[in-house]
T-cell receptor
Framework: QQQVKQSPQSLIVQKGGIPIINCAYE??????FPWYQQFPGKGPALLIAIRPDVSEKKEGRFTISFNKSAKQFSLHIMDSQPGDSATYFC???????????FGGGTRLMVKP | DGGITQSPKYLFRKEGQNVTLSCEQNLNHDAMYWYRQDPGQGLRLIYYSQIVNDFQKGDIAEGYSVSREKKESFPLTVTSAQKNPTAFYLCASSISARETQYFGPGTRLLVL
């Protein structure tokens, strides 16, 4: 019930492509869904977050889509650049719970 | 200059030795966390603390110990009981336990 399943594990796209990373969850009590970006040898940094009262949120080239009925949310990166090459983690937290649950991560490579 | 600092950046442990990883934050956050990340893997929670003088075990607490004597500090000790300590250790903090976590730069622990 606490799991967040993330796919794919790795992804390779050409510059300018739109990589899509998906996450699915079971626990309907989750109500906060952040995405983190991690470069090699660095700590993860918050990229963008969404709450279930909206279906989409955009920040620059990054967009989260949220499907409450399907219990899924996804990250889209528009006009991807080689500098976007990193590992991306989705996460979720429970309304009455006490911490974030992380997905397994997706290693993205954007080729020049 | 607010943030989370971890030291050292690299740490070497000899067989049978206990080592302590430092984590300090000046964000006035109540909650602090320790995660372990193995190569190509996601984040696994070791310990967390929601308030001073209180902490809870995470998913992989065996072989580790923590203390939370001050709000800004949450050191992690890797004991000799942890048989496979080689990993990247990440400290994080958040305003409260279900809000956005901010990560430090990490400490890479290697066994000699």
């Amino acid at each position: 019930q606490q799991q967040v399943k993330q796919s794919p594990q790795s992804l390779i796209v050409q510059k300018g492509g739109i990589p899509i990373i998906n996450c699915a969850y079971e626990n309907t009590a989750f109500d906060y869904f952040p995405w983190y970006q991690q470069f090699p040898g660095k700590g993860p940094a918050l990229l963008i977050a969404i709450r279930p009262d909206v279906s989409e949120k955009k920040e620059g080239r990054f967009t989260i889509s949220f499907n409450k009925s399907a219990k899924q949310f996804s990250l889209h990166i528009m006009d991807s650049q080689p500098g976007d090459s990193a590992t991306y983690f989705c996460a979720a937290s429970i309304r009455a719970g006490n911490m974030l649950t992380f997905g397994g991560g997706t290693r993205l490579m954007v080729k020049p | 200059d607010g943030g989370i600092t971890q030291s050292p950046k690299y740490l070497f442990r000899k067989e049978g030795q206990n080592v302590t990883l430092s984590c300090e934050q000046n964000l006035n956050h109540d909650a602090m966390y320790w995660y372990r990340q193995d190569p190509g893997q996601g984040l696994r929670l070791i310990y967390y603390s929601q308030i001073v003088n209180d902490f809870q075990k995470g998913d992989i607490a065996e072989g580790y110990s923590v203390s939370r004597e001050k709000k800004e500090s949450f050191p992690l000790t890797v004991t000799s009981a942890q048989k496979n300590p080689t990993a990247f250790y990440l400290c994080a903090s958040s305003i409260s336990a279900r809000e956005t976590q901010y990560f430090g730069p990490g400490t890479r622990l290697l066994v000699l």
